[in-house]
Nanobody
Framework: QVHLVESGGGLVQSGDSLKLSCAAS????????LAWFRQASGKEREFVAG????????RYADSVRGRFTISRNIAGNTVYLQMNSLKPEDTGTYYC?????????????????WGQGTQVTVSS
């Protein structure tokens, strides 16, 4: 079992930046892929960005490409999401999830472990 803890959320204004962190512990050797998802009120959880643990190959949702950057510190078992030029539509609870398979997926159902989430609110 991998235990995940997200942090770094907050209330910001449109155009501001935030950096989220996801710290992993437990059976971190089971991490093949780690991804950030977000969930707005009343909506389904959607893919934001993902990274393959071994080689840092990354992928982004079209809505955040060019504004968000995912990175990882393997030694520290931590993944970051740098979010720039934030927009009100980026508002939601951000979750990190892991899957054992080292293959990118945009489907939340493919991820077996989740953190508790961190709230990001962007005001206009």
């Amino acid at each position: 079992q991998v235990h995940l803890v997200e942090s770094g959320g907050g209330l910001v204004q449109s155009g501001d930046s935030l950096k989220l962190s996801c710290a992993a512990s437990g059976r971190t050797g089971n991490i093949g892929t780690l991804a950030w998802f977000r969930q707005a009120s009343g909506k389904e959880r959607e893919f934001v960005a993902g990274i393959l643990w071994g080689d840092s190959l990354s992928r982004y949702a079209d809505s955040v490409r060019g504004r968000f950057t995912i990175s990882r510190n393997i030694a520290g078992n931590t993944v970051y999401l740098q979010m720039n030029s934030l927009k009100p539509e980026d508002t939601g609870t951000y979750y990190c999830g892991v899957r054992r398979l080292r293959m990118m997926s945009l489907n939340a159902a493919d991820f077996s472990s989740w953190g508790q989430g961190t709230q990001v609110t962007v005001s206009s």
